[in-house]
């Protein structure tokens, strides 16, 4: 399957904006979908996971509260919704496919997305 990331931006901190990871080539809903973001100078981190069904969601405690992931089998996405953004929050965000179970490890990934640009201004 291959993946592609859209939907980053500049927002203001406290803004909000969506990305969507859309599938090609396969039905997404097989595969449990996570999202990870890499900040300047950082490592990539998890942000969140849903699983193939859209049943089970998690997500870093840094993200809780203010994002939530959501799934549309229908239309081969995964979306995920950032809320009250702060300036923290600037990365490159991925998506990342594996199939079935939801896992916050990036070596558990096997499909992975380019990513897109988040900036968060404060």
């Known amino acids: 399957v291959q993946l592609q990331a859209s939907g980053g931006g500049l927002v203001q901190a406290g803004g909000s904006l969506r990305l969507s990871c859309a599938a090609s080539?396969?039905?997404?809903?097989?595969?449990?979908v996570g999202w990870f973001r890499q900040a300047p100078g950082k490592e990539r981190e998890f942000v969140a996971a849903?699983?193939?069904?859209?049943?089970?969601?998690y997500y870093a405690d840094s993200v809780k509260g203010r994002f939530t992931i959501s799934r549309d089998n229908a239309q081969n996405r995964v979306h995920l919704q950032m809320s009250s953004l702060k300036p923290e929050d600037t990365a490159v965000y991925y998506c990342?496919?594996?199939?079935?179970?939801?896992?916050?490890?990036?070596?558990?990934?096997?499909?992975w997305g380019q990513g897109t640009l988040v900036t968060v201004s404060s």
């Open positions: 990342a496919g594996r199939f079935f179970a939801l896992n916050r490890k990036e070596s558990e990934y096997d499909y």
């Open positions: 849903i699983d193939f069904s859209g049943g089970r969601t």
């Open positions: 080539g396969r039905t997404l809903g097989n595969y449990a």
